[in-house]
């Protein structure tokens, strides 16, 4: 019996991921609905491919680290080509990922990884793409539970994948209420209420593919239509940098940390639940008051700027996809060379978002080196056509050099403050 890889599932679920989308799009405009914004489903999707990216240098501490410790402390050798233990592993996955996910609403440190998720300030498609690079760091730690009862390596990386795949087509304002199954398992109306920051909704609905685990530990709530999901965090990022997104919460614990005058609230910065910060540091440094009539984050953008963010990044999608497919025959410091590529294309196409001039310098560099590079080695990391990719790439950076100036010099007219 050929097992499934998780690497591959993967692969082959990327593609679908875009298609649906796309039909979300259609239905969308169709409906007179508009669900997405460029900016926002921009930095939704780069998020998730800069995930992607992590997990790749992640996986010693995630899939390495359950390989070290099943051998040495699983109960039962179980068989991973039993239909009985593929099913027993998922449901045990779910179980877990339930608790992992509460306790990223609970606890500061936790949530510092988890807030990615959540930061969009639109439900749709692209939302579920988002996702932390900082996960890695202690999520494992819920799942041991698998590691001791002696899940194989194969089965749980698998059932990771099916439960983070299936918790996709959960994110769409589209799809109505469901009956008997919204009673059952984590469905679109479940979950838009888990991401909304209503009073009645906050922190509720955190099952990945069973509801069955909020309504059995008192955190399930059903959508209301009375009062319609408001989405995003109480405290909005207002950015479409990747890497501030990831590391925005972690560094507002620190400097709460920093300024506490008492050592025992220094840690119970990083312990409290989201929010909590000690009398005297609130008392000092005030954070304005929660608004959900807020306006969304939406720096205005010109159509050719849009033009040029959305052809760029879909190449540098192209190259993620590149990159995640070939990483484990690339030597470590072309994988390096390769990732911290793409993350300087998505923090530069983040920042030209927000009309940046660090962003529009940071791009001509990355279109210095998307021109030279193949020029100068007749190679790309993981390309197998060297010759063509040596002509493709001088060719599209010499073209996007004055684009990108075009586009740079219109949205600065749009940006211009309206006058009267």
Not at 64 to 92: K, M, N
Request: proline share 6%.
């Amino acid at each position: 019996m050929t097992l499934p890889t998780a690497e591959a599932i993967m692969l082959v679920a990327i593609p679908g991921f875009f298609a649906l989308m796309a039909i979300e799009l259609a239905v969308s405009a169709w409906l007179g609905r508009r669900v997405y914004r460029i900016n926002d489903a921009i930095a939704s999707v780069g998020l998730g491919v800069l995930s992607q990216v992590v997990g790749v240098f992640a996986k010693v501490l995630t899939i390495g680290l359950y390989a070290w410790i099943v051998p040495r402390v699983a109960l039962f050798d179980l068989p991973a080509d039993s239909p009985a233990v593929w099913l027993g592993a998922l449901v045990l996955y779910d179980f877990c990922y339930y608790w992992l996910h509460r306790a990223g609403h609970e606890v500061g440190i936790l949530w510092a990884a988890h807030v990615v998720h959540h930061q969009s300030e639109r439900y749709n498609l692209s939302t579920a793409l988002r996702q932390t690079g900082s996960g890695v760091l202690l999520g494992w730690l819920f799942y041991l539970p698998l590691a001791v009862l002696g899940v194989p390596l194969e089965v749980f990386a698998v059932v990771a994948v099916i439960d983070l795949i299936y918790q996709y087509w959960i994110h769409t304002e589209l799809v109505p209420k469901l009956g008997w199954f919204d009673r059952v398992f984590a469905s679109p109306s479940n979950h838009r209420v888990h991401h909304a920051v209503n009073d009645r909704y906050l922190d509720r609905n955190y099952g990945g593919i069973l509801i069955l685990w909020d309504r059995l530990f008192g955190t399930f709530i059903e959508e209301d239509d009375a009062e319609p999901p408001v989405f995003g965090t109480r405290a909005p990022l207002r950015s479409w940098n990747p890497l501030w997104a990831n590391v925005e919460v972690y560094s507002a614990l620190a400097k709460d940390a920093w300024h506490a005058r008492r050592w025992g609230d220094k840690l119970r910065v990083w312990l409290k639940p989201p929010g909590w910060r000690p009398a005297d540091v609130a008392e000092r440094f005030p954070k304005p008051a929660f608004d959900i009539g807020r306006d969304e984050y939406d720096p205005p953008l010109s159509w050719p700027m849009q033009a040029y963010a959305l052809f760029h990044f879909a190449l540098l999608l192209g190259l993620g996809t590149q990159f995640l497919s070939h990483a484990s025959a690339l030597h470590g410091w072309q994988a390096l060379g390769f990732a911290a590529f793409l993350t300087a294309g998505l923090c530069a196409l983040g920042a030209l978002l927000e009309s940046r001039a660090w962003g529009l310098a940071l791009e001509a560099a990355r279109l210095v080196v998307l021109g030279l590079w193949p020029m100068l080695t007749a190679d790309w990391p993981g390309m197998g056509a060297p010759s063509l990719v040596a002509i493709a790439f001088p060719v599209i950076a010499g073209i996007s050099a004055p684009m990108l100036l075009l586009a740079w010099r219109s949205n600065a007219r749009v940006s211009l403050p309206k006058a009267g």
